[in-house]
Every structure is written in structure tokens, then in C-alpha cells.
């Protein structure tokens, strides 16, 4: 009777183990001599990134202000949300996905609103009155 106990005790804990593997996000950062694009992100200091798949924590350097990522290819973006109402929770991750530029600063926000989710992103410009321009590369997010 004693290894069947051992058992049933080991395997939830070893499937606790193998599941939590693959929730291990890493964090992504541009190399020096890469070129990039700019985040700022309103109200937070990180934002989920995926790049051919592979999911990764973009975060602000220190002493910095905004997220680097890397241009010539379609990033998706998301951001993880969580609000509490009437002794509720909930959690949401909006998500995007958009064709950076080189030089380019794009600025993302991401809020709940009446019980709802959303992420948007803008491209700074000094061409318009408001300094910024809508981009349109973006699309719905293929891997969040």
C-alpha cells in the first residue's frame, strides 16, 4: 500500500511542475547594434511580446521610458489586465499585432472600460496638429 501512496502524492506534483514549464516568459531585448522601434506605454512598465510564436516580457530599461522592439517583421502585442468588481474578479489580455518601423515611436494603451478590455496603439507624428497618427499596419493578434 505504501507505493501506490507515493505515487498519487508525486504525480500531481510533478504535473504541477511540467505545467508550469511552459508558463516561464522570457524577457526580450533588441541587441545593440539592431535596429528597433520605441513603446511608450501608458500606465505600465511592461507588455507582453510574441515573435514568430515565441512569446517574450518586453520591459523598460532602466533610466528609460519606453520599450524597444525589433522592426522588419510582425510583432504581436499584449498586455495582461485585471479589475475587480462587486467582490469579482476577473483578468483579460488584449492583444494586437502590427508591422513596426525603424525610428518609429509607437505609443500603447491599455485599460478596462465598463467591463471591458481593449489595447490600442498610435504612432507619434509631427506632421499632425495632435502629434500623433493612427497606424496602419495593425491587425488582430494571431498568437494571443
Do not use: W
Amino acid at each position: 500500500m505504501r507505493p501506490i501512496q507515493f505515487v498519487l502524492f508525486k504525480m500531481p506534483v510533478c504535473m504541477l511542475a511540467l505545467s508550469l514549464v511552459g508558463c516561464v516568459v522570457q524577457p526580450y531585448k533588441v541587441g545593440p547594434a539592431e535596429p528597433y522601434a520605441s513603446i511608450r506605454v501608458v500606465d505600465r512598465d511592461r507588455l507582453d511580446f510574441c515573435l514568430n510564436g515565441s512569446v517574450h516580457k518586453l520591459e523598460k530599461e532602466e533610466g528609460s521610458d519606453f520599450l524597444k522592439v525589433p522592426v522588419g517583421t510582425r510583432i504581436d502585442l499584449a498586455a495582461d489586465l485585471y479589475f475587480a468588481t462587486y467582490g469579482a474578479s476577473y483578468s483579460c489580455k488584449p492583444a494586437l499585432s502590427f508591422f513596426p518601423e525603424a525610428g518609429e515611436v509607437y505609443i500603447v494603451e491599455s485599460n478596462v472600460i465598463t467591463d471591458h478590455c481593449f489595447i490600442e496603439l498610435v504612432r507619434e507624428s509631427v506632421d499632425t496638429d495632435t502629434g500623433i497618427t493612427f497606424e496602419k499596419s495593425i491587425e488582430d493578434s494571431a498568437c494571443f
